[in-house]
């Protein structure tokens, strides 16, 4: 009995450490992206999903797996073993490499990071329904960017001020917070629904500074600040359908869809002049909205004992807010460019491969070895032109020990964002690398022995 408490009080802390973890990075959140396509609406949003479903492209709205948490689509919570619990912790770093030509100048910056990456619950409340509870990074803004506007003689302001140097600034992210339930309402067709909490808050900070070059003039900067601070409610619902379910193969059809909408963040906007008093001279300025999609994403997945193929196509409806803002001066036209949201069509495939579940001799053969790749489209258009995103994926699921569904697994990831139209229109080409270290602790009676709920007949 003292074993069985010493085990759900270690459990609570850690549960209690991971979750405290990324509301601390909310706070300091700019080391989780870095990227100049963040200082737009709600940020670069994080490819959703735990890591062993991030390594197989992003799949998994059809993955119904004994001891997988699928944060893609809550029916498939209705997978979950009596008297079991699975705990799902994992830990991401990033880096992210810009490369932009400017002015006939190569220009190059980088970034590196670590940080939680998700925390995650599964356990069942009845036969054949199961709750599920996570909290995952959603969005994340991060980015420093200085322009400097040159002297133009011609000019009669320009002429008179000289040089005028431009500083963006942001850090800050949204925190998705999601409960729900899944149930195999008839044999094989599960239902599910999930409520999402978005939290959160992010900083855009604007300095102009002029720089005089006649007599002995000065001018004094303009600082402009931004905050948002984000806390709603959205839903998301999902089904799954497994035409084939045999000792040899599944096949399993899944869709999810949702809600999204604006956040409505609470903003607080104001410039200021530099003067002794800070006084506030302007606010309430436009920007993109901070919103998340709407959402649709089906897919399949098809099993046997060694072979998991997965491909999905996710669509998100971004456009229906028809606000848009401006950049600054486009450094291939001199002009500046509009950005708006556009809707986006992504497409994913996945494959995992198992040599050998169940043998005994060869460790490396009951390893769980995946791949992916993911193409899409960016979800803001910036002069009217869409930017591609490509993303390949790979990874290793390691059990702890024989027979066992507790696991470690390894992920990686590589993308690139912006390479077909970045070029000729002066924006920035840009690269990425992820590294992602997930534990997969499962704990139930049967083959495994991990006997967590079972009251013993002598204390």
């Known amino acids: 009995m003292r074993l069985l408490k010493n085990r759900w009080i270690g459990l609570l802390a850690a549960a209690l450490l991971t979750i405290d973890l990324p509301t601390a990075s909310a706070q300091t959140s ?20 735990t890591l062993s479903m991030r390594s197989m492209g992003g799949t998994g709205v059809a993955a119904r797996m004994t001891g997988t ?38 220009k190059k910056s980088g970034h590196n990071s670590i940080n939680i990456r998700e925390f995650a619950i599964l356990m069942p409340l009845y036969k054949n329904l199961g709750f599920s509870l996570s909290v995952t990074p959603y969005s994340s803004v991060g980015y420093r960017v200085m322009y400097d506007h040159a002297f133009d003689e011609s000019d009669p302001v320009w002429g008179n001020v000289g040089r005028i140097n431009y500083s963006y600034s942001g850090e800050g992210d949204v925190t998705e917070v999601k409960a729900g339930i899944g149930y195999e309402i008839f044999k094989n067709f ?19 500074t002029p720089v ?33 379910l045999t000792s040899r193969r599944i096949l399993t059809l899944g869709a999810a869809f949702d809600f999204g909408g604006d956040l409505r963040p609470k903003v607080s906007e104001k410039v200021y002049g530099d003067d002794i008093y800070s006084t506030a001279v302007q606010g ?26 997965a491909l999905d196509y996710s669509y998100e409806n971004w456009a229906r807010d028809n606000r848009s803002e401006r950049t600054g001066l486009d ?11 556009a809707d986006t069509h992504t497409i994913k495939a996945g494959i995992e491969f198992t040599p050998a579940r169940f043998d005994a001799r060869r460790v490396w053969r009951r390893w769980s070895y995946r791949a992916g790749l993911r193409a899409g489209t960016h979800n803001r258009t910036y002069g009217g032109a869409r930017l591609h995103e490509y993303a390949f994926t790979a990874g290793v699921g390691i059990p702890v020990r024989f027979r066992s569904v507790t696991a470690v697994d390894i992920g990686f ?15 920035v080409r840009q690269q990425y690398f992820k590294f992602g270290v997930s534990f997969k602790l499962f704990a139930a009676g049967g083959e495994n022995h991990e006997y967590w709920f079972m009251r013993p007949r002598y204390d």
């Open 331 to 341: 450094a291939a036209t001199g002009t500046s460019m509009r950005v708006a949201y």
């Open 413 to 427: 990831e590589y993308g690139l964002r912006g390479y077909n139209v970045s070029k000729s229109l002066g924006l």
């Open 30 to 49: 700019s080391i989780n992206a870095f990227s100049p396509y963040t200082m737009y609406g709600i940020g670069e949003i994080n490819t959703p999903g």
């Open 284 to 309: 309430d300025t436009l920007h993109l909205a901070l919103s998340v999609p709407r959402r649709l994403t089906v897919g399949a997945c098809y099993q046997t004992t060694k072979w998991v193929l």
């Open 69 to 106: 948490i699928n944060l893609l689509n809550p029916a498939g919570y209705s997978l979950v073993a009596q008297k079991s619990f699975t705990l799902n912790v994992g830990l991401e770093g990033q880096n992210y490499y810009n490369y932009q030509t400017a002015a006939g100048a190569e």
């Open 190 to 208: 599960s239902v599910g629904a999930a409520l999402q909490y978005y939290w959160g808050d992010i900083d855009r900070t604007f300095v102009m």
């Open 212 to 244: 005089s070059i006649t007599g002995d003039g000065s001018f004094g900067s303009v600082v402009g600040e931004s905050e948002y601070a984000v806390s709603r409610f959205k839903g998301q619902v999902g089904v799954q359908w497994n035409p084939i």
